[in-house]
């Protein structure tokens, strides 16, 4: 008899477990020396605080009424939890905050494309330090527990959510023509962002997004200073796993300056990523700028499998 | 350029693809004289239907790929970077009914919905919502010519490019609905991690 369990979730049995909490302990390991404090919140939340948070956050995930007929969501990700947390469990707390968290979100997938309804995610969120001192903070951290991971082939990509707005405002494309070139850049479509942008005679606007590799690319690109000083507070064993992708782009709403990804030669899709939200914790009402990433353990768990350990 | 692995469609893309690599400098002799072989590593090439380019581009199995923009616009999902508009291969995505009296019309008047048969649901579904008017999709995987003359749908969405088949089976194309031709794609980490060898191929096929 067959009883199976919902598409894109899955039974973890005990030699893969083993293997889980040997990542997560290493990891967390990490996040304690750093001063990072480990904290819990529910995984169901009012829809109204995930929408709070970022609209697209709380819109495909999974949604129950409890007893009282309110909507309430699995959550997404940690961080607009952690902002709720910030604004409301410590409104006069002395900034920087550190917290780490390792816990399970919740996306919608399409079928038949093997993805996770629900993953296993490791991340930290640094409150109340701004960038770029904030930034190189997280991203250091992020290296050595990459390290600790067992990771010994990951790059991080490295880009900045605001530059590509900065780049229009300096060109002065029009308000109107602006969500159709942002919608080409969030789905990669660079054929599709030349032909938009075609029009307005400045090549930046196509070359810029698709400029990859090390510091040498910020060198032409007004727009690119905050990730430049954000790379000269970098520790040198950090700084060389660095890519910049100045087209790098989230689909998720709330960040609003430099943004990361992780890669690893063995695997095909990002392990895990985040970035910078200076105006997320403010919405709950503790106007404090932040900076955070998570990893996919399972996708960490993957990477290490693949580097042959 | 060996240290990249490219998706090579078989069918009418190919032809053209295995020209652009020679020209790239890439030796597509063995692809050429092996019809069922499908791996070849010295040429850093995989050969496939040109549907199957996005799955294995989007998992790295591939860092690159070429297939046509109609296999990505019925794919959208799939994250992968689209490069370039290689040119070749162009060919119409159409709405066609039988020549004569327009049968669709009069199903969509008279029963309110009319059923289009196709192997582009998520195109034709998206265009027929995007234009106002209600269908029932019949996903067929061979000849989609044959479903409006017998009777199993009043129009057919399939990609043309000379409309020759079409004509032939007495279909006329009522409504383009988007022109396509073969894109080159990326791998989103090898993107990154292979910049370098992707930016130059891609500068020398800008170059001509």
């Known amino acids: 008899v067959i009883h199976p369990t919902p598409s894109g979730t899955r ?77 409301t469990r410590y409104p006069t707390a002395e900034p920087p905050l550190r917290f780490c968290y390792v816990a399970a979100a919740y996306r919608s997938v399409r079928p038949q494309r093997g993805l996770a309804r629900e993953m296993r995610q490791a991340g930290i969120e640094l409150v109340g330090a701004p960038g770029p001192e904030g930034t190189a903070e997280a991203i250091a951290v992020l ?12 790059r991080i990509g490295l880009g900045d959510a605001g530059l590509y707005r900065r780049l229009l405002d300096r060109v002065g494309v029009p308000d109107d023509a602006r969500p159709q070139i942002l919608h080409e850049l969030v789905t990669r479509d660079f054929v599709g962002l030349e032909r938009e942008v075609e029009r307005f005679g400045e090549p930046a606007l196509a070359r810029v997004p698709q400029l990859r590799g090390g510091p040498e690319v910020l060198d032409a690109v007004p727009e690119a200073g905050q990730l430049r000083a954000v790379f000269d507070r970098l520790d040198p064993s950090v700084a060389a796993r660095v890519i910049f992708d100045l087209g790098l782009a989230h689909e998720l709403g709330y960040y609003t300056g430099e943004v990361f990804e992780v890669y690893d030669a063995g695997l095909g899709q990002p392990l895990g990523g985040g970035g910078r939200y200076d105006d997320l914790i403010g919405r709950f009402g503790r106007d404090l700028p932040a900076c955070g990433w998570a990893l996919n353990v399972e996708r960490l768990h993957l990477a290490r499998v693949g580097e042959g350990r | 350029m060996s240290a990249l692995r490219i998706a090579v469609p078989r069918g009418a893309l190919m032809g ?29 090439i995989v050969t496939m239907r040109p549907s199957d380019v996005p799955t294995y581009v989007e998992a790295g199995a591939a860092d690159l790929g070429i297939t046509g923009k109609d296999v990505l616009a019925e794919q959208a999902e799939r994250n992968v970077y689209e490069l370039l508009d290689l040119g070749f291969g162009p060919c119409r995505m159409v709405f066609a009914t039988e020549a004569g009296e327009d049968r669709a019309a009069e199903a969509l008047r008279r029963l309110g919905v009319m059923r289009v048969a196709t192997k582009y649901p998520r195109i034709a579904l998206d265009y027929f919502e995007r234009t106002g008017r209600q269908v029932e999709i019949v996903e067929v995987k061979g000849s989609v010519e044959l479903a409006p003359l017998t009777g199993l749908v009043e129009g057919i969405v399939d990609l043309t490019a000379t409309g020759t088949t079409l004509r032939e089976n007495g279909l006329v194309i009522r409504e383009e609905i988007a022109a396509s031709t073969a894109r080159l794609i990326a791998n989103p980490v090898a993107h990154k991690l292979k910049a370098g060898a992707i930016d130059a191929l891609v500068e020398r096929i800008r170059g001509g």
Do not use: C, Q, W
Not at chain 1, 143 to 154: D, P
């Open chain 1, 11 to 87: 039974d973890v049995l005990p030699d893969e477990m083993r293997e889980l909490r040997a990542i997560e302990a290493a990891v967390t390991s990490v996040f304690a020396a750093h001063g990072y404090g480990e904290i819990s919140t529910p995984a169901l939340e009012y829809e109204e605080v995930l929408t709070r948070g970022d609209a697209a956050a709380a819109d495909p995930a999974y949604k129950l009424f409890d007893e009282d007929g309110n909507v309430l969501v699995l959550r997404s990700d940690m961080t607009i939890p952690i902002a709720r947390v910030v604004a």
């Open chain 1, 143 to 154: 290296g050595e527990a990459l390290g600790a991971a067992g990771l010994e082939n990951y």
């Open chain 2, 16 to 44: 053209d693809t295995l020209d652009l690599l020679d020209r790239l400098g890439i030796d597509t002799a063995e692809v050429r004289a092996n019809d069922r072989k499908l791996l070849f590593d010295d040429a850093g």
